[in-house]
């Protein structure tokens, strides 16, 4: 199984960007499918981003459409969200996680980051 650590959380104003990073360790990364969650508050986690690892594919959540950018550099283990355009619906815990070689992500991930809190409020 992969470790993942996930980073570049912080607080933003409405209309502002950041950009979070997962760096994994462990073998055959390239195997995993990776997925970004987040947890409003009050809420139940949600996916938002999924990297499939059959096909290289990457699928968003309507909800980030447009706004959100996967990236990932296998060289160094580690995978981007690139967040623009951020409003306070997105604020919650972003978690990394990985699944070994999967198409989909969903709740039943083979492996979990502890999260990154994203504030976005004026």
């Known amino acids: 199984q992969l470790q993942l650590v996930e980073s570049g959380g912080g607080a933003v104003q409405p209309g502002g960007s950041l950009r979070l990073s997962c760096a994994a360790s462990?073998?055959?990364?390239?195997?995993?499918?990776i997925g970004w969650f987040r947890q409003a508050p009050g809420k139940e986690r949600e996916g938002v981003v999924c990297f499939s690892s059959h096909d290289g594919s990457t699928s968003y959540s309507d909800s980030v459409k447009g706004r959100f950018t996967f990236a990932r550099d296998s060289a160094k283990k580690t995978v981007y969200l690139q967040m623009d355009s951020l409003n306070s619906e997105d604020t919650g815990v972003y978690y990394c996680?990985?699944?070994?070689?999967?198409?989909?992500?969903?709740?039943?991930?083979?492996?979990w980051g502890k999260g990154t809190l994203v504030n976005v409020s004026a």
């Open positions: 462990g073998h055959n990364f390239d195997y995993y499918a």
């Open positions: 996680a990985a699944k070994w070689y999967a198409h989909s992500c969903h709740e039943d991930m083979d492996s």
